[in-house]
T-cell receptor, first 115, second 116 residues
Framework: AQSVTQLGSHVSVSEGALVLLRCNYS??????LFWYVQYPNQGLQLLLK??????LVKGINGFEAEFKKSETSFHLTKPSAHMSDAAEYFC?????????????FGTGTKLQVIP | ETGVTQSPTHLIKTRGQQVTLRCSSQ?????VSWYQQALGQGPQFIFQ???????GRGNFPPRFSGLQFPNYSSELNVNALELDDSALYLC???????????????FGQGTRLTVV
């Protein structure tokens, strides 16, 4: 069975500082990996996804994530935080053999950006 | 804006009642998935519909049921509501069942259901 762990339910960074949100997966076979962002009272928006092509994935809004098989990790980073990045971020996994009906989401990390 | 709309945005129901939530898919999308997001949790997959047929179901009891219509809009029905059903319910539409993960799923803004 697959699972995903997001370390830190709340992360605070200063505006302009590096953003690092952690995601580790547990799966016997490396899955497909996703990062979504959720603004208050909104649905989920896809930031980026890893589907076994390049291990460094660039997404929207300046975010990127690196798939590291040896560490079973897919951490999300952004070099310089903006106030507009304040939101909740979800890591998700889908097994290679499945579609969106087999998705597992993490519990989310709320990002606070301090002026 | 994703083009996926859900109604209503907020709803309050009494324990034991039934509720119907609605989702209008993005134009041209034939697949819709429903998720339950409890407070402080990530979304959990309820079920998926592809061309009006159920195409996968998560770990939810039968009192959670759904429909997809010929225009690919969808309903989520929950019978015998329990307090633990209080959550944000999200739907997502995609062009296919997601077997090709080059296909993105687009989420609506959700319906906030409160059961009292």
């Amino acid at each position: 069975a697959q699972s995903v762990t997001q370390l830190g339910s709340h992360v605070s960074v200063s505006e302009g500082a590096l953003v690092l949100l952690r995601c580790n997966y547990s799966s016997s076979v490396p899955p497909y990996l996703f990062w979504y962002v959720q603004y208050p009272n909104q649905g989920l928006q896809l930031l980026l996804k890893y589907t076994s092509a390049a291990t460094l994935v660039k997404g929207i809004n300046g975010f990127e994530a690196e798939f590291k098989k040896s560490e079973t990790s897919f951490h999300l980073t952004k070099p310089s935080a903006h106030m507009s990045d304040a939101a909740e971020y979800f890591c998700a996994v889908i097994p290679i053999s499945g579609g969106y009906q087999k998705v597992t989401f993490g519990t989310g990390t709320k990002l606070q950006v301090i002026p | 804006e994703t083009g996926v709309t859900q109604s209503p945005t907020h709803l309050i129901k009494t324990r034991g009642q039934q509720v119907t939530l609605r989702c209008s898919s993005q134009s041209g999308h034939n697949t819709v998935s429903w998720y339950q997001q409890a407070l402080g949790q990530g979304p959990q997959f309820i079920f998926q519909y592809y061309r009006e047929e159920e195409n996968g179901r998560g770990n939810f009891p039968p009192r959670f049921s759904g429909l997809q219509f010929p225009n690919y809009s969808s309903e989520l029905n929950v019978n015998a509501l329990e307090l633990d059903d209080s959550a944000l319910y999200l739907c997502a539409s995609s062009l296919d069942r997601g077997s090709s993960l080059n296909t993105e799923a687009f989420f609506g803004q959700g319906t906030r259901l409160t059961v009292v």
